[in-house]
């Protein structure tokens, strides 16, 4: 990449990531957008080596499919940080998210990486990716961003800020999921108990482990190591259903659990914090 790239994704990235370090919501998008995924992919690079944790799993969301032509494929990824995992619990799990950026709550299937894919595949079936898969579990993601248009301009300004991710809530493992019939299981999402989405895992395209497939293929493209262990949010299933601060979500997966949220400004936590 040429010196001058390098250094633009090196300034985007640390706005982006000074923006969400500061609970501070971005109007405009922080510099001159990338118009492909190889540029988004390296302002993501560079914001990952200037956060402060460790990336725990990815998070795969879909391209709209008006833009999978111009982009060479239907899904993206994002980094899920160590510190922004956390386990569900019967008290509402608390989510910090930016006043005045975007944030959204999505209900996933979240796979563990049973062991490590050689480094060198790119190209993954679904049959193949089955073999490395581990446990499966329900979860909720926190899609979020400084930016609050951060899905309205485009594949390459969602990649290039962590994939539009702020989190992920872990919830109940599922039992010999090879077997299950999931999707027969229908999943309710709730906003302040009100129904704002329903959906079974055939709404995302391909069922879980194409998902999976991807970010094995894709995390092998960029050089990444995926080691056992590691989580993939595979999609979306209800739906992208934003909220603001101070809501109540409710994910109900049936026989599966339930997994309660509740969301505050984060920027009013730091400054409590600091206080």
Same mark, same amino acid.
């Given at each position: 990449?040429?010196?001058?790239?390098?250094?633009?994704?090196?300034?985007?990235?640390?706005?982006?990531?000074?923006?969400?370090?500061?609970?501070?919501?971005?109007?405009?998008?922080?510099?001159?957008?990338?118009?492909?995924?190889?540029?988004?992919?390296?302002?993501?690079?560079?914001?990952?080596?200037?956060?402060?944790?460790? %990336?725990?799993?990815?998070?795969?969301?879909?391209?709209?499919?008006?833009?999978?032509?111009?982009?060479?494929?239907?899904?993206?990824?994002?980094?899920?940080?160590?510190?922004?995992?956390?386990?569900?619990?019967?008290?509402?799990?608390?989510?910090?998210?930016?006043?005045?950026?975007?944030?959204?709550?999505?209900?996933?299937?979240?796979?563990?990486?049973?062991?490590?894919?050689?480094?060198?595949?790119?190209?993954?079936? @679904?049959?193949?990716?089955? #073999?490395?898969?581990?446990?499966?579990?329900?979860?909720?993601?926190?899609?979020?961003?400084?930016?609050?248009?951060?899905?309205?301009?485009?594949?390459?300004?969602?990649?290039? #800020?962590?994939?539009?991710?702020?989190?992920? %809530?872990?919830?109940?493992?599922?039992?010999?999921?090879?077997?299950?019939?999931?999707?027969? @299981?229908?999943?309710?999402?709730?906003?302040?108990?009100?129904?704002?989405?329903?959906?079974?895992?055939?709404?995302?395209?391909?069922?879980?482990?194409?998902?999976?497939?991807?970010?094995?293929?894709?995390?092998?493209?960029?050089?990444?190591?995926?080691?056992?262990?590691?989580?993939?949010?595979?999609?979306?299933?209800?739906? %992208?259903?934003?909220?603001?601060?101070?809501?109540?979500?409710?994910? #109900?997966?049936?026989?599966?659990?339930?997994?309660?949220?509740?969301?505050? #400004?984060?920027?009013?936590?730091?400054?409590?914090?600091?206080?």
């Amino acid at each position: 990449m040429p010196k001058t790239a390098i250094q633009d994704a090196q300034a985007l990235a640390s706005r982006l990531v000074g923006a969400r370090l500061t609970a501070t919501p971005l109007a405009r998008y922080p510099g001159e957008a990338p118009t492909d995924l190889a540029s988004a992919y390296a302002v993501q690079d560079a914001a990952i080596a200037m956060w402060p944790d460790a %990336v725990a799993g990815w998070k795969v969301g879909l391209i709209p499919p008006d833009h999978r032509a111009a982009y060479g494929g239907e899904r993206l990824a994002g980094p899920i940080f160590a510190k922004q995992v956390s386990l569900a619990s019967d008290t509402p799990t608390i989510l910090p998210i930016i006043r005045g950026g975007f944030a959204a709550a999505e209900a996933e299937l979240v796979i563990a990486v049973g062991r490590e894919p050689p480094a060198d595949k790119q190209s993954w079936s @679904v049959d193949e990716a089955a #073999d490395y898969a581990g446990a499966m579990y329900v979860g909720v993601e926190l899609a979020g961003s400084a930016f609050k248009g951060i899905n309205d301009f485009g594949p390459a300004i969602t990649a290039s #800020d962590f994939g539009n991710n702020a989190g992920l %809530v872990l919830g109940r493992e599922i039992a010999d999921w090879r077997d299950a019939r999931l999707d027969d @299981v229908s999943i309710c999402t709730q906003i302040d108990g009100v129904e704002v989405g329903r959906g079974t895992s055939a709404n995302i395209p391909g069922g879980p482990l194409a998902a999976f497939s991807f970010i094995l293929g894709h995390c092998a493209a960029r050089g990444i190591r995926l080691a056992p262990g590691a989580l993939i949010s595979t999609g979306a299933i209800t739906g %992208v259903h934003i909220v603001e601060p101070e809501q109540d979500i409710l994910i #109900d997966f049936g026989a599966h659990g339930a997994i309660a949220c509740h969301t505050v #400004d984060a920027g009013q936590s730091k400054r409590a914090a600091s206080a």
